[in-house]
């Protein structure tokens, strides 16, 4: 589907200027912006692919996709100082991949048949797990456990959105689109207006 | 088999309960709650799948796994702070997953025939590595490596035990209790009485 | 064949080596060695034989590999204080242990008759992911990042040398030969006279 492979295509692109701007705040050289471009990838993507065994990992089908994230870095590398904040283009940029990322692990699910629930798990691996990778590799704090943010949660709710269009209306290229825009317009008012869920609170605190 | 099964369960719900732990120590809502429990209960289960090259990883053949773990999560949410020490809780509440989930691989591995040497390491890895990640991506000293103490140890003990059971009695079922017991004995007398080997000792320290 | 299987054991025992002096800067015990020492030896390729989605991992199909990786682990308990810099002795190992590793991983993907660029891929993977994973689980600062180092880069030129010895003589051992001495001679002139590419630098530095 032309669709789906928009979205890995978007989804590898994405998340590589991401990974590359992370290398940038580690001072790497350009094999090392590619490296941790590619991981950030392709590395949710991978983790999707042999959980739901598929016959090939999705870059080995077609190594294009390297070549994309490597451009990515490629990019980034000659480019990112013109950036005012590169720690807001990562938060910015990460937000749009996994609004790509998750449509995509949902798409994928979808094809080989999953159930339900099965396929919003996918859609949120793959849409977490390249930077969950990228920030582990790296050092940083992940995204994913940035305190009082939404981002787990806005992947649940777009893999949800999915669901209910699939249902709703059958038609999968619709739900994929209305899966990201769930997913982005969530992060994004996460991140301009500190939308959150209730945190753990200890009382006394960290014991 | 039901046994294998249970300690399935089993394993996945106590483990999830030592994830949302620590997400409890990192103050994270409860969708992220959720998020590090699913991780660290499924995480050692779907590494020892990949691995042996099941056909499908248990998860994703019955979706109720994820459902326990939540459970799990949302109870701890709700319930943490009933708790006098958290930091206790994980280490036993860990030492009980690491004893049902060293039988759990191990059965899975006896039931595709494998040597008794992969038999053990699989143990080993299904108990350990959701715990791992688990410590991994919060950025907490991972436990195996708590100076000191026994750990990877317990899961070798427990494994071997196995081993020993199987070709002593030939009972499945009974090597896999003797497993989970030993395991279990071994971790706590390590925690209460501080059991341990000895260690490696630089002169001088640390170069 | 008999040179990629070698290239295997070599890469399993140096790679255990080095996995065994981490572990003894964190002052583990014997088993704790072994297990940190098995992690790095059969990492890389066990992700390579994931990826490439071969019948059964290298190690399950013979679990000698992981007494290889286990005799490293002794070996360096018992002698590791004769060293006069642990810290040297890791990164030399290490160099030796990726330039066994690129090969293996290259050749693994010639037997399956990969794209020369997947071939490339698993080559870097196979050699850079075992030490990335010991770094990470051990909470050193991986190798892969030392700033101003080689290392992704040597073994991506280990690669290329092998895919143009291939094209060019058709030989794989000696392309496989070739790539461990590129490998390492790279990586050796990074170490000792500080080869490097320009890193990114970035003004004013980390926003």
Redesign the interface.
Known sequence: MPLLAALDYASVFVFALTGALV?????????????IASLTAVGGG?LRD????R???FW?AN?VY??VAAAGAIIV?FT??L?????RGIVWLDALALSVAVPSGVGAAVALR??D??VV?MG?ATG?FGG?MRD????E??L??R??E????CA?CGGTVAILLIHVTGALPLALLGCAAATFALRAGSILWHW????????PP??
């Open positions: 290398a940038s705040r580690a001072q790497l050289d350009l094999i090392g912006f590619i490296f991978t042999l959980i739901l065994n016959d090939t990992v080995v190594p390297i070549g590398f990112a100082h950036l005012e904040s590169r720690y999953m159930p629930s099965i798990i949120i977490c969950l582990v590799v790296c050092n704090v992940p994913v456990l305190q009082g939404l981002y787990v949660t649940l959150r869920l209730p945190v753990y609170k200890s009382f960290r014991q």
